[in-house]
């Protein structure tokens, strides 16, 4: 019986791209070569990579409107770096909501100025700061959509009048929005869209090209657009299997059917952590996310108890990041809505054996 995945990341697929990733690996496009074996120059795999970029900017709205979509490697962590080198100039503003955006702040502080304009940290990041100003004067403004560790989510982004760099390594595909607010979007693929090893960029071109300093080749968002994102040999795997994710997404509906699933399992699990005494949110209510939701027992000598049950049920990856402790649904875009509903389950036969 296949396990009920609510890990954190690498990220639960559907199982159709599994299988289809599975088949490439022994035999792509009856070429009776695998699919990472074959040159990444071929003809068969740069159709895979171009369409893997043209599915990400037609599901995120932004084909046609002066975007780039890219596949490079590093994960989020490397982009923590390349958003400064390619347009922190003088001074950068960063929101700081959890431990990813804490590091990307930290890379940035190499190349100029930071200004923190809020951040969390006073209450472990349980909640969203609201109400901050975002100063006019600085190259751009950096956040983080949604905080996997801590399970807070950006219901909302601040209109600025500077770029507007987003990290939605957790969340990117799993909710409707106006995309083209942002002039740089990052997203490492495990969290929700493939497995590791690959990151999507996508780039509105004309914020590039005006820091002063030299760029090295390889952190040169220009170069990898000049090269059709195959400047060096990318991760062939990964990427195929992003755009297998994609053609997926795409063929249920798009991001506006995959939000009212996300919607229904997020509902489902905080409705129960809600009336449930046995467990509590950690998230501020207004705050929380439907891509991970943390909580805790609110009597420890249930631990084993309950991890015994939840494990028993066939469920895999609910423990919490060890900074906040606890437990961790992570229910990204290929959990079903079924999975939610064993967790739930669980959760109730706790309450009435306890």
Not at 107 to 116: C, H, T
Request: aromatic share 10%; hydrophobic share 40%.
């Amino acid at each position: 019986m296949r396990k009920h995945n609510f890990s954190a990341g690498p990220c639960i697929l559907p199982q159709e791209v599994m299988k289809k990733a599975s088949d490439a690996v022994l035999n792509f496009n009856d070429l009776n070569l695998s699919l990472i074996e074959i040159s990444h120059r071929s003809k068969d795999f740069v159709e895979v990579m171009e369409n893997a970029r043209s599915l990400a900017l037609e599901l995120l709205g932004l084909q046609g409107k002066g975007y780039q979509a890219l596949f490079l490697q590093g994960g989020a962590s490397t982009e923590f770096l390349m958003v400064a080198y390619n347009l922190l100039n003088k001074k950068a503003a960063y929101l700081n909501t959890g431990t990813w955006s804490d590091k990307s702040i930290k890379e940035a502080r190499l190349f100029g100025e930071v200004i923190e304009v809020a951040s969390s940290k006073d209450a472990n990041f349980n909640y969203i700061p609201k109400n901050y100003t975002v100063p006019g004067d600085v190259d751009y403004f950096h956040c983080t959509s949604n905080n996997t560790i801590f399970g807070t989510s950006l219901k909302s982004f601040p209109e600025v009048n500077v770029p507007l760099v987003c990290d939605m390594s957790s969340d990117i595909f799993s909710r409707e929005m106006d995309f083209s607010k942002f002039d740089l979007i990052y997203a490492g693929a495990q969290k929700n869209m493939g497995p590791a090893g690959t990151t999507l960029v996508v780039v509105k071109e004309d914020i590039l090209g005006k820091v002063e300093r030299k760029i090295p080749s390889m952190m040169d968002y220009k170069v990898h657009i000049s090269k059709d994102s195959m400047f060096n040999t990318p991760s062939v795997f990964a990427v195929y299997v992003s755009m297998l994710t994609l053609e997926w997404l795409k063929d249920l509906g798009g991001i506006a059917a995959i939000e009212k699933v996300n919607d229904k399992k997020g509902d489902l699990l905080y409705t129960e952590i809600d009336r449930n005494p046995l467990f509590k949110g950690f998230a501020a209510t207004e705050d929380r996310s439907n891509m991970n939701a943390t909580f805790n027992l609110t009597d420890d000598s249930l631990k084993e108890s309950f991890d015994t049950m939840w494990k028993e049920a066939g469920i895999n990856g609910l423990n919490g990041h060890r900074s906040v402790g606890g437990y961790r649904a992570s229910m990204y875009n290929a959990l079903p809505l079924e999975s939610v509903q064993v967790l739930v389950d669980v959760m109730k036969e706790l309450e009435r054996k306890a």
